[in-house]
């Protein structure tokens, strides 16, 4: 499959590693009265946009973290974490602007978003990671037929993940858009179609609360699901997780070649998101 079908698809194709990259999404448990998508997805923006604009001292939570403060937090270029690297060089094609992910179902939008790469709301800023995983295969070994490489694909089992942290100040912004998330998840169990700017129809036929990763029950609240992503006729895992800790919101997506190609479950690389909180916390206290 080509990259420039693969992104469209809400698919990303980590070609130094090899590894295909199916975009993904979370879910979490939301509260109060259910509002139509379109209300669930504008309430979010409002709420994001609203308390970027407010003082630390306007209520709860503290200021939003600027571009440079979430940098000092991320995770370093070139950091190796469970045997993986982490990179800052991403592109802009992996990770779609807010408000341009659109699901048939609005109430879909949310989760759609967080599985094409998206982040919700309007954050006041935004810092993008990608942790390519170790590989057992390497390309020169897929062979030049297309139906070799097709089986060393199946064979192959590299993960990528893709990380977006963003600060949205304070505390009930991150809150709202962590709501809308979990409202989609409970609503869209039975999967949805996206387009991203309005391009290709991305079908995702299953949507799956699933248990957080270990060692992250530190953090204000803790999202994951398993997504069944139909790409070219094959309906494949996606696994995402999103953590919350105070107005900042990492969302985590992650795809594996191997899974893609055969349907069988892998797990999202636990140690990764694990790294992030911490880093994400110590920031927290000190502050």
Known sequence: MRRSAVRRRGVGAAGAAG????????GCSGSGSEADGDDVAAAVSAEASAAAGKGAGAGAGASALSATGLEAVALADGKVVAGGTVTAQVSDLDFPNPGTVIAKKAACTPLAAVQAGSVLGAPASVVRRMWIGPQETSEADLGADPSDK???????????????????????AAKAAMAGIG?????????????VAGEDQVKTVKAEKTGTPAGTDGADEVIAATLTVRVDGVNGPVQVVVVREGGTIGYFRATNLASQATGDAFALPAAVVRAQLTQLTQLTEID
Not at 19 to 26: D, K, T
């Open 150 to 172: 097709e089986r060393a694909a199946a064979a192959l089992d590299a993960t990528t993940s893709f990380v977006s942290l963003a600060s949205y100040g304070q505390e009930t």
């Open 19 to 26: 590894a295909l990259a199916v975009a993904l999404l979370a």
């Open 183 to 195: 409202r989609a998840v409970r609503e869209c169990v039975g999967g949805f179609v996206y387009t």
